[in-house]
């Protein structure tokens, strides 16, 4: 018996959501260890990710930000620039653009129906109908490059059947430690699978335990390895509540430029270095990235590309900073930002999932704060009560709430015009109150 045909975009994300696992809603379930059920869907579709180049990116933390800045700055320069990225905050079409814009609600509708009886065979997961989704529609559409992140990992992720023409890791940490592994060498292990054959790889950070798995695995798929921060040192300086200044060195002459980026975060440096020494090695095989473009990229990534969620200001009197930290390595410079960030009392809305271990985050927050424990509106939120005893051992005190939407109504009822109301623990906890 056919499944029965999708009429409404409302019915394609129930049809997604509920029939499909995924990763983001019900956790480590969802995780499929090999790469044939994206392979058969692309080949049913006559392999769309070989009709359009593309750049591949990995890693722990920041290759979201790196994707959007690479994404807006070939916008600029007059490239239609694909751009898949997960998971999305408010609408599905966040994961899959062209040029800022989303895919449209047909398009979605008619691929579900397109693959709707190889989707009863297979039952792929969300991300793997996902992907081969913004694939197709990059072929359809004729993109002259899509920038690809990777969902999870990089040897296994559904994303890594797809030769680009550059690769791009931008650091490892621990995150995942039940699929990638307990160590920092297990883990770019997986993240290394996606470099390859000749085909060049920039490593955002060149970390001591990770170094060599990159330079091992780079020399066996005979491909161009770049260690980023070995080519650029980049400063950040905040010159607002919307931009900073970049100032830019290069380590191996003697050149300096001052760029101004419509990002936060003195961390953003480490992504921004990452994807300048990318664009500079598209830049080496013929494309034209004029220094207009990348000016004009850098100031309008938000605007271009429809960036948000880290290091976002959402209101003033009392200042609303919202940051999608979900892990150690991310909340730790989320803290170190907030710390030299201007306010009176620090009010924490906090939310995260219960297949992470939430002391990892828990033990970098600051005690001097008012936290409003609440739970994501997803299956796989930690229920408010059991995080809030978590976060006691802590020191870390505050109340409960059903929701996030409540905790952010009580603290910006509570604080006063000269606080800091942050919103974190994760992607889920932000986009509710975006």
Known sequence: MNPPLITSYREAVSYLHSQLPMYQRVGPKAFKTDLSNIRKLCQNLQNPERDFQSIHIAGTNGKGSVSHILAAVLQKAGYKTGLYTSPHYKDFRERIKINGQCVTREFVIHFLNKTLQLTHELKPSFFELSVAMAFEYFREQKVDIAVIETGLGGRLDSTNIIQPILSVITNIGYDHTHFLGDTLELISGEKAGIIKEATPVVIGESQEETRVVFINEAKNKKAPIIFADRQLKVNLTSTGTQYSQAEINGLQDSSKKSLKVNLLGRYQAHNLTTALVALDELKKRNWSISEEALQGGLENIRKLTGFSGRMQILGSSPTVLVDSAHNREGMKMLIEEISIFPHNNLHVILATVNDKNPENILSLLPKKGEYYFSKARIPRGMDA????????????????????????????KTAGKDDLILVCGSIFTVAEVL
């Not at 995080?387 to 109504?409: D, H, I, N, W």
């Open 385 to 412: 009560k059991i995080l809030q005893k978590a976060a006691e051992s802590y020191g870390l005190t505050g109340k409960t709430y059903p929701s996030v939407k409540q905790a952010f109504e009580s603290a910006l």
